[in-house]
């Protein structure tokens, strides 16, 4: 939890949940669930705007979190292909960072719509992996490290598909929207230059040699102020 709360404490992570809010286009007193919630960071934020919010999240230990953090609003531990929420009883839904973690997100999408009001908003986003970019003086090798990251994913390209999920699902007025955040602090990123490398060796895609040169390498350029890591996140919003 606490690398979590790290992400979701960095600025380009504050701008990213402000492009959340400014799509789900909720004026105060509105209904919002954010499902996959976490901390529940936007949890407070949208509290803090005046409407009224349920977070949910399959984590035990991420709820206990958030309930601290916000100990008078609602949190329900759930799946998000099961919501503990009426019919079209939201005029909101924000679902952030989890598509990545399904492996079939079409019953997700599903109830979202059933817990959507007519009218009501949806906002999907999440990294594509795919996309990831660091700089390096190896570039194929990093390539293939960044696989490693990927299968540390059940979809780790699951946000370049979630256009069409809402399109499928009968969602109108749908739009995308993509933050990029560039990052040059190696520290900021070192946790997860080390669990890349790890899952790149465990899946024999490099040796532990290849693995601790590129660190090693990553290391250097931080020390250097040469550290590069380009981080594009999709945002998908649509009305019911």
């Known amino acids: 939890m606490s690398f979590l709360e790290r992400i979701e404490e960095r600025p380009g992570a504050v701008e990213l949940r402000a492009e959340s809010y400014r799509l789900l286009d909720l004026k105060p007193g509105g209904i919002c669930v954010d499902v996959g919630c976490g901390a529940g960071h936007a949890v407070a934020d949208l509290t803090a705007a005046g409407l009224k919010v349920t977070g949910v999240d399959a984590d035990p230990e991420a709820i206990a979190a958030a309930r601290e953090r916000m100990p008078d609003a609602m949190f329900h531990v759930a799946h998000s292909d099961e919501l503990p929420l009426e019919n079209e009883s939201v005029d909101g839904y924000r679902a952030v960072r989890l598509f990545h973690l399904l492996e079939d997100p079409v019953p997700t999408v599903a109830e979202a719509r059933r817990v959507i009001r ?45 256009r069409d999920l809402l399109l499928d699902a009968g969602f109108r007025d749908v739009e995308v929207v993509v933050r990029t955040e560039v990052v040059t602090d190696h520290d900021v990123m070192a946790r997860q230059l080390d669990a890349a490398a790890a899952a790149a060796v465990e899946k024999a895609l490099i040796t532990q040699e290849d ?30």
């Open 211 to 240: 693995a601790d040169g590129w660190l090693a390498e990553q290391a250097d350029r931080g020390r250097r102020d040469r550290f590069l890591a380009v981080l594009p996140t999709l945002l998908v919003g649509g009305r019911r």
């Open 118 to 162: 007519p009218g009501g908003r949806i906002v999907l986003g999440g990294q594509d992996y795919g996309f990831l970019l660091i700089d390096s003086d190896d570039q194929d090798l990093t390539d293939v490290v960044l696989l490693g990251l990927e299968s540390r994913s059940v979809a780790p390209r699951a946000a370049r598909s979630l």
